[in-house]
């Protein structure tokens, strides 16, 4: 099974944007997509980097549903060091991709993360996010004993 059928199955629709796999998960499988500027119809697409592993989404799924969002983000505004690294990867993010003027997950503003996602999936495509390489750190598990994609 080729790449996208793999991300298309993990995601239950069409990848967007799709361009390549950044990250695999220890299985060998997709778990980070690198998507490309804009989709097929034209149209922008802001996430770079898209978390595809289903144990992972759903793992931060649960970190953001807790609070996290809204506990990252003033963490960033409290913690210089944070700042600095999301600073920095703000920087690199628009550097990696000059077609658009957006941070991570399209960030448009300084201020709240948006998506811990997009800050994840960073951290893992792109290594030395001390912001989004914390983040990572409060999931329970990177990643499950056993494959989670049943494929």
């Known amino acids: 099974m080729r790449d996208r059928e793999i991300v298309e199955r993990q995601l239950g629709r069409v990848p967007r944007a799709f361009r390549a796999?950044?990250?695999?998960?220890?299985?060998?499988?997709p778990a980070v997509t690198e998507q490309a500027p804009f989709d097929a119809d034209g149209r922008p697409f802001p996430t770079q980097f898209y978390v595809t592993c289903?144990?992972?989404?759903?793992?931060?799924?649960?970190?953001?549903?807790?609070?996290?969002?809204?506990?990252?983000?003033?963490?960033?505004?409290?913690d210089r060091a944070l700042a600095t690294s999301l600073e920095a990867a703000q920087s690199e993010q628009r550097a990696l991709r000059p077609e658009l003027d957006a941070g991570i997950g399209g960030s448009t503003r300084d201020g709240s993360l948006k998506c811990l996602h997009a800050h994840a999936a960073f951290a893992l495509a792109r290594p030395g996010y001390e912001l989004g390489d914390r983040i990572l750190a409060e999931l329970p598990a990177l990643w499950p004993g056993t494959c989670c994609s049943n494929l």
Request: glycine share 8%; aromatic share 6%.
């Open 54 to 78: 289903p144990q992972l989404v759903a793992a931060i799924s649960r970190l953001e549903a807790a609070g996290g969002v809204e506990r990252w983000t003033r963490a960033a505004r409290e």
């Open 21 to 29: 796999v950044a990250v695999r998960c220890p299985f060998g499988l």
